[in-house]
Each structure stands twice: as C-alpha cells, then as structure tokens.
C-alpha cells in the first residue's frame, strides 16, 4: 500500500526555517511528480509548490517564491520543502502529494485533484 509520511514540521519564529521531509513507500518514487499544499484553520488546502519526478522542473506560488525551496532524492525515495525567512502566514498543515507523471520533465500540477496520493499532514507554526 502507498505511504507518505511528513516529518519535520515544528514551532518557529518569524524569520526562522524549517525543512519538512516526505518519505514515500508503495510507489515507484522516480516516476511520480510530487507537491506541497498547506491548510490554515479556516481555509482551503493550497498549493505550495511542485517538482517534476525528474527533479529539474519546479513551480511555486507567488507568496512563497524566494523563501522555499523543493526538492527530492528519488534514490531515497523522499521529497524536501526547505522553508526560509518564514511568516506568521504560513503558519498551516502541511501535506506532500504525488501522482504518476509519464513526463520526467513536467512540473506544473498544481490542483489538488491532479494528486492521487496524500501524506497526513504535518503542523508548521510561525510566531510572530
């Protein structure tokens, strides 16, 4: 059976970082693209950031371009969302996402619809 499981996420103050892991099982990693989303209390889950299966495409949303970084080890089976000079607005649930991409080079699933497997989500809070 597939499994993503989140790690890392934590208390931080504003301006600190924080690097969020997601260990994948049950897929072949290699060819799935994968993403980031965040839910804040109240809100919808959003999208954060993606990477094709290939590693050499990624997309970020606007808010946290320049802060944030994906990336993966498709030899470890395991994607990274490096998150730098973090604000009280990121302050959310943190979910990694894949889905079988038959492209090594696409990047840009960005709908929460286009992800087939789910992690449980990991608490990211940022104090001002």
């Known amino acids: 059976q597939v499994q993503m499981v989140e790690s890392g996420g934590g208390l931080v103050q504003a301006g600190g970082s924080l690097r969020l892991s997601c260990a994948a099982s049950?897929?072949?990693?290699?060819?799935?693209?994968m993403g980031w989303f965040r839910q804040a209390p109240g809100k919808e889950r959003e999208f954060v950031a993606s990477?094709?299966?290939?590693?050499?495409?990624?997309y970020y949303i606007d808010s946290v371009k320049g802060r944030f970084t994906i990336s993966r080890d498709n030899a470890k089976n395991t994607g990274y969302l490096q998150m730098n000079s973090l604000r009280p607005e990121d302050t959310a649930v943190y979910y990694c996402?894949?889905?079988?991409?038959?492209?090594?080079?696409?990047?840009?699933?960005?709908?929460?619809?286009?992800?087939?497997?789910w992690g449980q989500g990991t608490q990211v809070t940022v104090s001002s």
């Open positions: 990477i094709s299966r290939s590693g050499e495409g990624t």
């Open positions: 996402a894949a889905r079988y991409s038959r492209s090594s080079s696409r990047y840009d699933y960005i709908r929460l619809e286009e992800y087939n497997y």
């Open positions: 049950g897929i072949t990693f290699s060819t799935h693209a």
